[in-house]
């Protein structure tokens, strides 16, 4: 399944922001999907899950910050982020994810482009 990352860009410490990502093939809806983000100079890293039946799962760092939905009739997943700081700043991508792990599944899609966004102190 292909997807397509969407809505970075520049906000100020303390904002908002919506991330959107579409996958391309209706067998989206019964993957669990996440997402992660990479911030310059480091790995990877978990962010947030969501499984087919709308449980949602956050690292820490964004527990009550960030929530994270989806739209199956659109085949679009959702990051809300609020109370943005600084060290989010990273380019953000999404995923299916294994719920028991929180890695990505790479063998059902790939990583696409991902989106950036900048938080400025």
């Known amino acids: 399944v292909q997807l397509q990352a969407s809505g970075g860009g520049l906000v100020q410490a303390g904002g908002s922001l919506r991330l959107s990502c579409a996958g391309s093939?209706?067998?989206?809806?019964?993957?669990?999907m996440g997402w992660f983000r990479q911030a310059p100079g480091k790995e990877r890293e978990f962010v947030a899950a969501?499984?087919?039946?709308?449980?949602?799962y956050y690292a820490d760092s964004v527990k009550g910050r960030f929530t994270i939905s989806r739209d199956n009739a659109k085949n679009t997943v959702y990051l809300q982020m609020n109370s943005l700081k600084p060290e989010d700043t990273a380019v953000y991508y999404c995923?299916?994810?294994?719920?028991?792990?929180?890695?990505?599944?790479?063998?059902?899609?790939?990583w696409g482009q991902g989106t950036q966004f900048t938080v400025s102190s």
């Open positions: 995923a299916a994810v294994s719920i028991a792990t929180m890695k990505p599944r790479t063998d059902l899609t790939s």
């Open positions: 969501i499984s087919w039946s709308h449980n949602t």
């Open positions: 093939e209706r067998t989206f809806s019964s993957y669990h």
